[in-house]
């Protein structure tokens, strides 16, 4: 008899790996029972008061909930020494933001993100915000520091609009990247102007998209208020559970499993062709922060 059998838990925990292995292309290569590899860290903080009626959103909470997050992030109690590991006085900090006019990344984040920039030490002067300007802004051109933010939604090309995906307007021709459902996306973020500088990515969760046909997309049908925020270091394990949590709002509400149309097989190939995270869930490490009710993960 073996010395290791494989147990019901074993076997529940690797077949649920399997299944989110198919939802981004994933090889079903799973071993059962071996030690897992180091880990990297996602953090999903939710509050349910974030979002009054109308869904405006509180700038308050959106601040404690990004300083949670961080502090979570890094290990932190202290939220500001928590920011003062993501950025020093003397960079130069790009804020890459998303101004998509159906689901812009909301300025009330971007403000927040931009005060925590200056309380570390940093001048105005040496901080931008920008998204389909970054090519001729100065600050960007001259960016030590990248903070990566955007809301997620699903897309026609690339089958989700997520943290990878943000980088995009850093080529004159985004169109280049939409062969084999946008697969070599992953390239974007070995360019010289964004290489080794993106010291955080925020996916915004207060109103994801989670389904839509056709180009431009958009029907408030298929937007709920999830009113959380996915934090982490690693673009590749951030977009992996925003998908897992776009996924399951896609069978709670259709009643049955549908994987995202085209396969959103960029956030894969960001890991195993271009190695700038991780995609595998068993090796993200999620915690959990604040309102649980409705997480689906």
Not at 212 to 224: A, K, L, S
Request: some cysteine; glycine content about 8%.
């Amino acid at each position: 008899m073996s010395k290791n059998p494989i147990t019901r838990r074993d076997f529940i925990r690797g077949t649920a790996c399997a299944g989110m292995a198919a939802t981004i292309g994933l090889p079903l290569d799973i071993t059962l029972g071996e030690e897992p590899a180091a880990k990297t860290r996602v953090v999903l903080v939710r509050d349910s008061e974030v979002l009054a009626d109308g869904g405006k959103i509180n700038p308050e909470i959106i601040a404690d909930m990004l300083d949670k997050a961080v502090g979570a992030l890094l290990d932190q109690d202290d939220p500001k020494q928590a920011w003062k590991q993501i950025v020093s006085p003397d960079d130069i900090v790009g804020i890459k933001s998303n101004v998509w006019s159906y689901l812009p990344t909301p300025s009330e984040v971007e403000q927040v993100i931009k005060a925590r920039v200056m309380e570390s030490g940093i001048d105005e002067k040496n901080i931008a915000i920008d998204d389909r300007g970054v090519l001729g802004n100065k600050t960007f051109e001259k960016a030590t520091a990248l903070i990566n933010v955007r809301p997620m939604k699903s897309h026609h090309w690339a089958g989700i609009g997520g943290c990878i995906k943000n980088y995009i307007m850093f080529v004159p021709r985004p169109d280049k990247y939409h062969d084999n459902s946008c697969a070599d996306l992953g390239a974007l973020w070995k360019l010289p102007q964004v290489k080794g500088k993106t010291r955080l990515n925020i996916l915004v969760m207060l109103t994801p998209l989670f389904h839509g046909i056709g180009p431009h997309h958009f029907n408030r049908e298929y937007v709920w208020e999830y009113r959380g925020l996915l934090v982490g270091t690693d673009p590749v394990a951030v977009d992996t559970t925003g998908i897992r949590i776009l996924e399951a709002k896609r069978k709670e509400y259709f009643g049955e499993y549908r994987p995202m149309t085209p396969p959103a097989h960029h956030v894969k190939f960001a890991d195993t062709r271009y190695n700038i995270g991780i995609s595998d869930p068993e090796r993200i490490r999620l915690i959990k922060l604040g309102w649980q009710e409705g997480a689906l993960i």
